[in-house]
């Protein structure tokens, strides 16, 4: 049975790398039954780079904190770890709870490395690169900020094609990510599931650690 008091607390969700926001449409119901306001929000992660995206969504966030009485938690894939991590960074909402980054590239992906650094391939990364590398800029880095936030972490380590993976990766790693990029000294809890990165929004095993740990702050280890 929900907890009344979570209808008073939003979730914002961000997607990842050419993503959409429908792409988190399942784990969206999968709050919503669980009682909270679960809020999808898209971005171009292409065509803009970091600080364009924060700038271009921070209206909404700024909305959404206005809207919620309770708490407004943040849960994001991927990039849109680095997208949740700047706009906390850049105007830290009033009412921010906690925050859930799935397979984040806190530390930047090889396999970005590997894209960057061929002049044909480059193009694919579009204006997220600099994000995305594991050398990123000083500006960056600076517009992540630190955390002094309640974060939990989930990593995955079963790649669906895990031979191409260790081409590039570090082992272990989810096919795009390797464990060891995700980890932030300041996160509150970190969980490795066996997932590959593109599970990481969608699988059950997933959703029950987001739940877990919007409601007590740590990630559940019983089963």
Do not use: C
């Not at 966030?61 to 850049?90: E, K, M, N, T």
């Amino acid at each position: 049975m929900a907890d009344d008091r979570k209808h008073t607390q939003i979730v914002l969700l961000l997607h990842g790398f050419a993503g959409a926001a429908i792409l988190n449409r399942p784990l969206a119901r999968t709050l919503r039954r669980a009682g909270y306001q679960a809020i999808e929000l898209g971005y171009d992660s292409w065509g803009q780079s970091l600080g364009e995206i924060r700038d271009r969504l921070a209206p909404r966030l700024a909305q959404l904190d206005a809207s919620a009485p309770d708490a407004l938690h943040i849960v994001a894939h991927s990039l849109g770890g680095l997208v949740a991590r700047a706009l906390i960074h850049d105007r830290r909402p009033r009412s921010l709870g906690r925050v859930v980054l799935l397979g984040p590239p806190n530390n930047g992906s090889e396999i970005a490395d590997f894209l960057n650094g061929r002049r044909l391939l480059r193009p694919v990364l579009g204006r997220a690169a600099s994000a995305l590398v594991t050398s990123r800029p000083a500006a960056i880095d600076d517009m992540l900020g630190d955390i002094d936030y309640p974060v939990g972490i989930i990593a995955g380590n079963r790649p669906i094609l895990p031979v191409a993976a260790a081409r590039f990766l570090p082992r272990p790693n989810d096919g795009k990510v390797s464990v060891a990029s995700t980890l932030h000294d300041k996160a509150a809890d970190h969980i490795v599931l066996p997932l590959a990165h593109s599970q990481l929004p969608f699988h059950s095993s997933s959703h029950r650690q987001v739940r877990h740990f919007l409601t007590h702050g740590r990630f559940d280890r019983q089963g």
